[in-house]
């Protein structure tokens, strides 16, 4: 079993920056894939970045891309997602998943509020 917590979180005014932590535990395999989504008030959940934990291979949403950076710490388990150049639009519910592929994450964080203040 795996678990992943979220934490970093807040509120921030536009242009700022926050930091996202997910924290891994349990048997996470080398081989899989960690991912920040994000869910608006009334909007469907969205993907919003993601990498590997091997090689660190990143991909990002079109809507974050040059403003949000995830990276990771295999040592400790986390991963981190730098958000700058926050806009309002950005306001969500960020959660961290992890799974076997780009498009399997069985496991699910809590998620953390970010709320981006005009």
């Known amino acids: 079993q795996v678990h992943v917590v979220e934490s970093g979180g807040g509120l921030v005014q536009t242009g700022g920056s926050l930091r996202l932590s997910c924290a891994a535990s349990?048997?996470?395999?080398?081989?899989?894939?960690m991912a920040w989504f994000r869910q608006a008030p009334g909007k469907e959940r969205e993907f919003v970045a993601r990498i590997s934990w091997s090689v660190g291979i990143t991909y990002y949403a079109d809507s974050v891309k040059g403003r949000f950076t995830i990276s990771r710490d295999n040592g400790k388990n986390t991963v981190y997602l730098q958000m700058n150049s926050l806009k309002p639009e950005d306001t969500a519910v960020y959660y961290c998943?992890?799974?076997?592929?780009?498009?399997?994450?069985?496991?699910w964080g809590q998620g953390t509020q970010v709320t981006v203040s005009s």
């Open positions: 349990g048997r996470t395999p080398s081989s899989y894939v």
């Open positions: 998943a992890t799974g076997p592929t780009t498009r399997e994450y069985p496991y």
